[in-house]
């Protein structure tokens, strides 16, 4: 098993940054990738960024070249800065770790408890 923990979610106006923090534990040897996804009210989960034990990164079209996903392998932990937040960025961000290379939702797939970012002014 594995177990992951969000953090640093929060109120912030737009055009502002947040980092969030995905802490994983437990089983983590055998986790190979790990995404942020996000989810707002009345939408569908989205993927918004991953990497993999690669490096191999993958972003949301909406979210190029304002959010960088980095991993620091020494405490497990994965991060995601974002710049340049929008009212559209507004949701409850989600932790998945996988034993896949990709960043698809499988079963089996383990899921953060999510923390919210609200970007209003």
């Given at each position: 098993q594995v177990q992951l923990v969000?953090?640093?979610g929060g109120l912030v106006q737009p055009?502002?940054?947040l980092r969030l923090s995905c802490a994983a534990s437990g089983s983590i040897f055998s986790i190979n990738s790990m995404t942020w996804y996000r989810q707002a009210p009345g939408k569908e989960r989205e993927l918004v960024?991953?990497?993999n034990h690669g490096?191999?990164?993958n972003y949301a079209d909406?979210?190029?070249g304002r959010?960088?996903?980095s991993r620091d392998t020494?405490?497990?932990t994965v991060y995601l800065q974002m710049k340049s937040l929008k009212l559209e960025d507004t949701a409850v961000y989600?932790?998945?770790a996988a034993r896949s290379w990709d960043f698809r939702v499988r079963q089996g797939d383990f899921w953060g408890q999510g923390t919210q970012v609200t970007v209003s002014s």
């Open positions: 969000e953090s640093g055009g502002g940054s960024a991953g990497i490096n191999m990164t909406s979210v190029k959010f960088t996903i020494t405490n497990g989600y932790c998945k």
